[in-house]
């Protein structure tokens, strides 16, 4: 069974579109994540949350908007897309307590901005 | 704020030699975790190892091995006998309190291993 899973695994679209990607655990953690790698292989955290509660948010332009309706899954919906946004994002999940920073990572979705 | 460096870029080396990946972190945390991923060719991110900063002792899982610093806040890498499949990218990361528990990572180090 796949412990953190991603959907779609690649997207292309148009600049202006508005898009989303999913994300599940099955691992009955607490926590989810968003990544976001960009072309030079950099990682950056965009989002985290804990219980459908949003506890980080790094500077992300307001067209990405987390969603978690319920702990197992955290989507990411981005409005208005730019060919900026094209990278490979990961969703990521941790236990909360004691093993905060064991983050699993899912397979990661390419997004391709045209 | 949290900072972690992979100086090298990219590191190239024949099958069979001995490959070692630095990470310097940065943290005014007492309380720390460092980790290694993997990211294969493929794109996924395979968690390696978890170090908390309490714990300097090395660690040695068959051909790898950490050796971690406080001293020098450094926690690198060591591949023993490389293979072709180690070629990835490599990334540390560090989590501390004072951070949630989000992770920050290195740049990566490329690692090819040539037969």
């Known amino acids: 069974d796949t412990a953190v899973s991603q959907t779609p695994k690649y997207l292309v679209t148009q600049m202006g579109n508005d898009k989303s990607i999913k994300c599940e655990q099955n691992?009955?953690?607490?926590?989810m994540y968003w990544y976001k790698q960009d072309s030079k292989k950099f990682l950056k955290i965009m989002f985290s949350?804990?219980?459908?509660?949003?506890?980080i948010n790094e500077t992300v332009p307001n067209r990405f908007s987390p969603k978690s309706p319920d702990k197992a899954h955290l989507n990411l919906h981005i409005n208005s897309l730019e060919l900026g946004d094209s990278a490979v994002y990961f969703c990521?999940?941790?236990?909360?307590?004691?093993?905060?920073?064991?983050?699993?990572f899912g397979p990661g979705t390419r997004l391709t901005v045209t | 704020a949290q900072k972690v460096t992979q100086a090298q870029t990219e590191i190239s080396v024949v099958e069979k030699e001995d490959v070692t990946l630095d990470c310097v972190y940065e943290?005014?945390?007492?309380?720390?975790?460092l980790f290694w991923y993997k990211q294969p060719p493929s794109g996924e991110l395979v968690f390696l190892i978890r170090?908390?900063?309490?714990?300097?002792q090395n660690e040695i899982s068959g051909r790898y091995s950490w050796n971690f610093q406080k001293s020098t806040s450094s926690f690198n890498f060591t591949i023993t006998a490389s293979q072709v499949v180690d070629s990835a990218v490599y990334f540390c990361?560090?989590?501390?309190?004072?951070?949630?528990?989000?992770?920050?990572f290195g740049g990566g180090t490329r690692l090819m291993v040539k037969p």
């Open positions: 990521a999940s941790s236990p909360y307590r004691g093993r905060e920073y064991e983050q699993y």
């Open positions: 691992l009955g953690h607490d926590t």
């Open positions: 949350y804990n219980n459908k509660e949003l506890i």
């Open positions: 943290t005014r945390d007492t309380t720390y975790y």
């Open positions: 170090r908390n900063s309490f714990d300097e």
């Open positions: 990361a560090l989590g501390a309190n004072n951070a949630g528990n989000m992770l920050t």
